[in-house]
């Protein structure tokens, strides 16, 4: 009876006998990269949307704070896009007649909603509140980064669980004075302070929990 | 390309397969039912109606909880008879000052300038210019009729009802008080002890020269 296998495969067992491990090994860190790279995260990836809207001329070239337009930043648990009524409040005549802004006409005249593509979405199971971060002096750019530079918004940030923990483990590393939020390049130096001594003075300032709370299950996942 | 041997037939099964058990692995890891729960998030799109918003607007005729008016100096600006109110329905103090400068920053500066001339940005860039908060007639105006055209415009100007809570709305017709005030103040109507103060560069003006976009101040809330 011939031989299943050539000779050369016992070389090939032995090797394999040993390679399992950083194989299999090699395929977790593949999952895991995989899962942290912009193709599951879409950092850095700016969606298509019906209207090509820069917040970089809006709030870097005209200056209209943040809160014009998102007004329910502060206190909701769901951060707003703004009705077309607000868009509307200086383009009933700038750029009235821009074909650009068309969709936006045709929205605010039908009462049909504008479908904007969403950008930061958490699953269904995180129970995420945009107000009590605020409220508690997270900056927006430390979530969302320079959306003052942004022509069409991307994430800036990976939003996974393990991002978030990063956080809840040591708010004191992002937290920074109330009202400085809203100001995307505040810095803890502009008040002659280090983030870790501001930072930590202002988690007891602010009553922030302890990181044995922040990471509990139920924190988010209530 | 995955083989050089001849030999063809279980070796590359058992790899196909593998590769195979490995993407079906990796695949239910991407359709995550728990991410998409059968319920709306805000502003959701709706199959069920007809604009496709699952965001409802009220009814006719309807009152949300908490938005009763029926308090029509505080909610209108006016009094029982139909004329302005000519005081603030609740103390301003220090707070509710600091209050109105940081929401008039935010929501009046754009076209009516940060002190009030009617030259914000939006006016440069071809709006309306609305009339400076500083001519004689415009300061006549009793606080109900400000808070009256903050609510539901005037002119060019539309409401702003949607974007600033009422007690905000007061907030900000203090702050323009003040303004006015300012712009038509002399020296000896500055407490001594608050002259000094006047050399220095407010939160506003800093907040104007810096490049650096939009500031505000805190909340208070």
């Not at chain 1, 996974?160 to 708010?171: F, G, I, K, V």
């Not at chain 2, 020296?187 to 505000?216: C, F, I, M, N, W």
Request: positive net charge.
């Amino acid at each position: 009876m011939a031989q299943h296998f050539h000779r050369s495969m016992n070389t090939v067992a032995k090797v394999s006998i040993f390679g399992a491990v950083f194989i299999i090994g090699f395929g977790a860190w593949l999952l895991l990269e995989i899962n942290r790279s912009s193709n599951v995260t879409n950092v850095g990836i700016a969606l298509p949307q019906p209207v090509q809207f820069s917040h970089q001329h809006h709030v870097a070239g005209l200056g209209i704070e943040c809160r014009y337009c998102h007004t329910s930043v502060e206190h909701s648990a769901f951060a707003n896009i703004p009705p077309m009524s607000t868009c509307m409040n200086c383009h009933q005549q700038i750029w009235f007649g821009a074909p650009m802004l068309e969709p936006v006409r045709v929205s605010w005249k039908s009462g049909q909603a504008l479908e904007w593509n969403r950008v930061h979405n958490l699953g269904d199971y995180v129970y995420f509140n945009h107000g009590i971060h605020v409220q508690k002096g997270i900056g927006c750019v430390s979530c969302h980064g320079r959306v003052d530079q942004m022509q069409l918004v991307y994430k800036d940030q990976p939003h996974t669980m393990e991002w978030c923990l990063s956080c809840h483990r040591n708010p004191a590393q992002h937290i920074r004075p109330r009202d400085q939020v809203f100001n995307m390049t505040w810095k803890p130096e502009d008040i002659g302070e280090t983030q870790a001594t501001l930072g930590a003075r202002l988690v007891k300032e602010y009553n922030i929990e302890s990181p044995r709370k922040l990471t509990s299950c139920s924190t988010c996942h209530h | 390309m995955l083989r050089t041997s001849k030999r063809p037939g279980r070796w590359r099964q058992a790899l196909w397969a593998g590769l195979t058990a490995m993407l079906l692995a990796g695949g239910a890891g991407c359709k995550q039912k728990m991410s998409y729960q059968p319920r709306y998030d805000p502003l959701e799109r709706s199959e069920i109606f007809t604009d496709r918003t699952s965001a409802r607007p009220a009814p006719a005729g309807t009152v949300a909880r908490g938005f009763l008016r029926d308090n029509p100096g505080l909610f209108l600006g006016r009094k029982e008879n139909g004329d302005y109110v000519t005081e603030f329905p609740f103390p301003i103090t220090e707070a509710v000052m600091k209050r109105g400068q940081e929401r008039f920053t935010i929501y009046c500066t754009m076209c009516h300038g940060f002190s009030g001339y009617g030259d914000g940005m939006i006016v440069q860039r071809g709006f309306s210019p609305p009339p400076s908060l500083h001519n004689p007639e415009t300061r006549e105006k009793s606080v109900g009729y400000y808070f009256s055209v903050i609510t539901n415009g005037y002119g060019a100007m539309p409401g702003h009802a949607h974007q600033i809570p009422v007690s905000d709305r007061w907030a900000i017709v203090a702050y323009v008080r003040a303004l006015q005030l300012s712009q038509n103040a002399r020296l000896e109507d500055v407490p001594a002890a608050h002259r000094k103060d006047l050399d220095a560069p407010t939160a506003a003006a800093q907040a104007t020269t810096s490049a650096s976009g939009p500031h505000s101040g805190g909340t208070h809330r």
